[in-house]
């Protein structure tokens, strides 16, 4: 027996120490799993508390077996974590990491105990299934950079338009119909790992708290035109990034500051049909689609590359000031549009006032940071037209969601499109304004000349999250993708992605017009990426589906005074992105602790699904996609070689609880943010939705929380899908680790593809512009940026030097605190 000398008090001191420790995290550990037993959870975390509490006093009171029932808590534990993650590493991490740590840390209390076989044996146990938890880690950790990559590589196909020796990128998706494709191939699979930073520049923009930077530059010729958050628009020298002109708008920072591009016009632009006259039969709509009129006969559609430029219209020509016969267009965070002369930047004199718009007009009351436009201009043939964001989640009665078209070159109103009330085709009769509190287009539409038509991402009525007061026409056109004719401003069909939207499931993806393969042949289409993962494939003459959508019986049960509509749409023959449906195993965090904290918490909150109606403040809802998608606004790429359709998504659930806001004092909490002040005047309940985060900030679900995927548009399947973006700017309270390991961040910025096999994208919480195999999904090429980016790249080659660039600006990324105004081009030496 051992003595109890004096000499043995410090060993005694440190076991009780170290075994009170040791007891503490099981008592945590315990009562945590007690509580998620009571939640009908896991048992796990109960019984391996009590063993950890038992292990602990055992040390405490220097047992020599004490080991050995901690090193029996390591195998159970590892057993269940393989059964319950499978052997991938970032499920494994937070079940088997953590354990094996404090299993070092028993080691070093374990001397402590009297000598004896039974010690040695004890710490034998311990170190051997500490060291097997890390190196099952181990062993798990290569496949993560292979994750997801195809196995068979994505081919050529004998349709694809061949590459171009030169390319503008004149429009937000480089073309009319939105499919970031650049025909262009001197940047390749074999070579891109070549690409050097070409040349940086700075815009000079201040950091602010409201500001993003989700810039995609435009490029004609030899000039590039960039727009900063608060719309100071810059051209530079294409080659060599040298400021040519900046025009400064001097508007006033706001809470919300975002320019995600600029239009441009110069007569070039492909001459617009007109809608209904140049018609093939088309066949009648769908379920689900509305149609306003009988369509005529159509042509073919184009190919997004075929696009041949026709002279402007002879009025436009006539028009047109000399200063201004090339013009870049772009709007403010104050509701103004402007036009610039292309050469010089000055303002054009004849379009509007003092090359002024103000798109206030007609719209009624608006408070300040409540109305306001934040995506690129849409130019078509001489017209401009422009939709608006308004402040979500408010109040009722916000500024209208009116589109309107105006002339390119004086500026004045040639149509508008209030889908409250059709007959309000330009100005509103005096006294009276468009329909406030409808849906509005806050992003950026897509259009194909030779239909004549404009497809608008519809967004839907504030407050996103209550709808019972909704208008017809609110709830018809809410989270739909509306066909409107270029020239008239007429609705032609409609098509509707979720009914009766209580989740903020707006249209953020811009649409892409494709041509896509059926089997009585190619069919001109339209493929609308939503926040739902849901991607739908319509007919883009007719707005009827060319793939299978059913309506799915959804979860009932709302807040008092609310409904859900019974079914929703599901594009049944195309792939879901991202939305399998969550269960507790799911469930994540850095460490055991904040893991079963996330458990308990997703014990406790509703969730059926992706239409689990807002939940209320006693028994909040999860939100699975979470309002930033799924596939937001950074929209998706079409690689017309290799018919892939490539999209990008975020995969970060949330939690909603409608609270009563039966008081109407403000919050004060979003005054603090500089938000406009909530009134929310007539709705009883206002929605407090957040991350779903553990108490380390760690997300509750395991990764990966974005990711980057190939669609073969032939077979409809998946070819791969792969993690954007590593671990070095995460860790627990916000840190970095500095870790490179594919994890797949949140980021919205989208991918941009080319014909050289190569996609790009840039959107991760790690400061990268990635290049990405279209045949596998494996990164070829990553290049450090100044700080993280949260824009959508975009590639053109140089007329005058014949380089091939790739740019990308770079501001911060939304969860990033690192802040600047880099606009970074990259080509080969």
């Not at 374990?110 to 299934?129: D, E, M, N, T, Y």
């Not at 191939?185 to 602010?208: C, H, M, S, Y």
Request: proline letters at 10%; charged letters at 15%.
């Amino acid at each position: 027996m051992a003595s109890d000398k004096p000499a043995g008090w410090p060993a005694r001191i440190w076991a009780f120490v170290g075994g009170g420790l040791v007891a503490l995290v099981g008592a945590a550990v315990l009562l945590g799993g007690g509580w998620l037993v009571f939640l009908d959870g896991s048992p796990y975390y109960l019984l391996a508390g009590a063993a950890i509490v038992g292990a602990g006093v055992m040390l405490a009171r220097r047992h020599p077996a004490a080991g050995l029932l901690y090193a029996a808590v390591l195998a159970a534990t590892l057993i269940w974590g393989l059964w319950e993650a499978g052997f991938e590493f970032w499920p494994l991490l937070p079940r088997l990491f953590a354990p094996a740590v404090l299993g070092l840390f028993v080691l070093l209390v374990i001397p402590s105990a009297p000598k004896g076989p039974l010690r040695g044996q004890s710490g034998l146990a311990v170190a051997v299934f500490s060291v097997v938890c890390i190196g099952v880690l181990g062993l798990a950790l290569p496949a993560t950079y292979t994750w997801g990559q195809a196995e068979a590589p994505a081919q050529v196909t004998g349709a694809a338009p061949p590459a171009e020796p030169g390319s503008d990128w004149r429009y937000y998706g480089r073309d009319p119909g939105g499919a970031r494709y650049a025909p262009v191939d001197q940047i390749n699979r074999e070579n891109v790992d070549e690409l050097k930073v070409a040349w940086t520049f700075r815009t000079g923009e201040k950091p602010n708290r409201g500001s993003q930077d989700q810039n995609t530059p435009m490029q004609v010729g030899d000039t590039l035109y960039v727009c900063t958050p608060t719309n100071v628009v810059i051209a530079l020298d294409a080659d060599s990034g040298k400021e040519k002109w900046r025009h400064d708008p001097k508007v006033k920072p706001a809470y919300w500051n975002r320019c995600r591009g600029v239009g441009y016009w110069d007569g070039s632009q492909p001459k617009v049909a007109v809608a209904g006259v140049r018609a093939a039969a088309a066949a009648p709509p769908a379920k689900g689609a509305v149609q306003a009129a009988k369509p005529a006969p159509q042509p073919a559609a184009l190919k997004p590359a075929a696009l041949k430029p026709a002279t402007a219209a002879p009025v436009a020509q006539a028009a047109a000031a000399p200063l201004c016969r090339r013009r870049v267009l772009s709007t403010t965070i104050n509701a103004q549009l402007f036009a610039l002369d292309a050469a010089t930047g000055q303002r054009c004199p004849g379009f509007g006032k003092d090359g002024m718009v103000d798109l206030s007009t007609g719209i009624g009351p608006i408070k300040p940071g409540f109305y306001f436009q934040t995506s690129t201009p849409t130019v078509i043939g001489d017209k401009v037209i422009i939709g608006g964001w308004v402040a979500d989640n408010q109040e009722l009665s916000e500024p209208s969601g009116v589109v309107r078209a105006f002339d390119v070159v004086t500026g004045a109103l040639i149509w508008a499109w209030d889908l409250g009330d059709p007959s309000i085709d330009k100005l509103p009769p005096e006294g009276r304004t468009y329909t406030r509190g409808t849906p509005n287009v806050w992003s950026t539409p897509a259009f194909d000349p030779e239909l004549g038509l404009i497809y608008l991402p519809i967004g839907n009525a504030t407050p996103d999250y209550w709808g019972s007061h909704r208008s017809m026409a609110s709830e018809a056109y809410s989270s739909s993708v509306v066909a409107v004719d270029v020239n008239t401003g007429k609705m032609k069909w409609a098509y509707q992605t979720v009914h009766h939207d209580l989740w903020d499931y707006d249209v953020p993806s811009q649409p892409m017009l494709i041509d896509f393969p059926t089997k009585a042949g190619a069919a001109p289409a339209l493929i609308q990426l939503t926040k739902r993962g849901q991607i739908f494939v319509l007919d883009r003459r007719t707005g009827e589906p060319l793939t299978k959508v059913v309506e799915v019986r959804v979860p009932g049960g709302p807040q008092p005074g609310e409904w859900v509509f019974p079914t929703q749409p599901y594009s049944v023959e195309m792939p879901t992105i991202g939305v399998e449906r969550l269960d507790e195993k799911m469930m994540w965090g850095a460490t055991p602790l904040d893991q079963l904290y996330c458990r308990i918490q997703f014990q406790r909150l509703r969730y059926d699904g992706d239409f689990t109606p807002p939940g209320s403040s006693e028994k909040p809802s999860l939100q699975y996609p979470g309002n930033a998608g799924g596939m937001n606004w950074g929209s998706g790429a079409y690689d017309a070689r290799r018919g892939l359709l490539i999209v990008s998504d975020v995969r970060m659930p949330q939690t909603v609880a409608l609270k009563p806001s039966n008081r109407p004092e403000l919050d004060a909490t979003r005054i603090k943010a500089d938000r406009p002040p909530q009134s929310l005047k007539a709705v009883p309940y206002k929605a407090d939705n957040n991350w779903f985060l553990s108490p380390l900030f760690a997300p509750c679900v395991q990764p990966p929380h974005g990711m980057l995927t190939a669609i073969d548009l032939r077979t409809r399947q998946i070819v791969w899908r792969v993690p954007a973006g590593t671990a070095e700017a995460q860790a627990p309270l916000g840190l970095k680790s500095h870790l490179p390991i594919p994890i797949g961040t949140f980021g919205i910025g989208g991918p941009v593809t080319t014909a050289g096999g190569v996609t790009f994208r840039a959107a991760t919480t790690d400061a990268y512009l990635r290049a990405y195999d279209n045949a596998t999904g494996k990164v070829l090429w990553a290049a450090p940026l100044p700080v993280p980016s949260s824009a959508t790249p975009m590639t053109y080659v140089s007329p005058k030097t014949g380089k091939q660039y790739v740019v990308v600006t770079a501001g911060g990324a939304m969860m990033s605190p690192e802040k600047g105004d880099y606009v970074v081009a990259y080509a080969l030496k």
